[in-house]
């Protein structure tokens, strides 16, 4: 349990509160008491990540970033959500592996990394499926480099190249630079992108970006840098169209709209120019009812579980 000594004088992620969080809270909302909102099986990830059998989620509660159009939001910002042990967590993982899971599907880990590593540790032995570590790219490199040895695949976004977008939308105007350092510890760590016989993804990076309205050029900007970064085979692209307006984006004109075809088509083409192999999400998929049910209560989720 030495992990959680981490968060006597947290800096996990970017912001560095440097607080006890066996005393208070950060930034991210969250003390020291592990929390989460739902887990099971879950079959909207990438095809790479679902499979048919699904990915392992559990979400956890409390977020360092705060996105104003979060489709989570209940769980990063209103508390919904319970609390569970490391032991708790550690069955959790050997349930969804047991349940025929592809992967341990961590969602938005980063302010509960020393628990998440007692939580392995416990398992180590018994685990056969990978770990994803599935986050909104707002990371530290010094926290990516604990996951080493623990985390087969990571999963992070890459909002926003530009740093008054991400600090008007998600209070981090120190968003790209930090995203942008944490990835390239990810690929070192996680290597090429590897998969089964099924084409299910075993170990590498796949880096999400979802298109919001209003902010094509940006999302151009980033496929660039991307594309001058990462040579084609390190990496795996997910392009997604899903943005559905929340509404805490009410006071957000240019949020209170989807993403156009226009929009995210010329995001398509600039993916494409670099020959990045990956997932390109339908314009269908923007819908609010790929929205996962949060739980407050601990039993009421484990009975909605599969
Ligand atoms: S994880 Fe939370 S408490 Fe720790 S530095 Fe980040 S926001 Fe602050």
Known sequence: MDHLRLLKQCRLCPRQCGIDRTKTKGFCGEGD??????????????????????????????????CVFCQNYEISQQNTGY??????????????????????????????????????????????????????????????????????IFLPDLKYFDSELSLKYSKAKDYFDNAI?????????????????RGILQKGVIIRHLVLPGSRKDSIQLMDIIGE???KDKILISLMSQFTPTKNCNNIKELSRRTTTFEYNSVIKAVEKYGFEGYIQQKSSADDVYIPQFFNDKKVTFFHND
């Not at 790479?48 to 989620?57: F, L, N, Y």
């Not at 628990?115 to 790219?137: H, R």
Request: charged content about 25%; some cysteine.
């Open 83 to 152: 609390e569970i042990s490391v032991q708790e967590l550690a069955d959790i993982f050997l349930s969804l592996q047991q349940k025929g899971a592809n992967n341990i599907n961590l969602v938005n880990p980063t302010h509960f990394v020393p628990q998440i590593l007692c939580a392995l540790d416990i398992v180590k032995d018994n685990l056969t499926i990978p770990v994803v570590y599935n986050c909104g790219g707002y990371e530290r490199a010094e926290t990516i480099r604990l996951l080493e040895g623990y985390v087969d």
């Open 33 to 66: 008491s592990l929390r989460i909102a739902r887990w099971g099986r879950h079959y909207w990830e990438e095809p790479c990540i679902s499979g048919k059998e699904g990915s392992g989620t559990v979400f956890f509660c409390g977020c360092s970033l705060k």
């Open 181 to 197: 350092t944490a990835i390239k510890e990810m690929v070192k760590i996680a290597g090429k992108p590897e998969f089964d016989d």
């Open 229 to 231: 970064t990462f040579s």
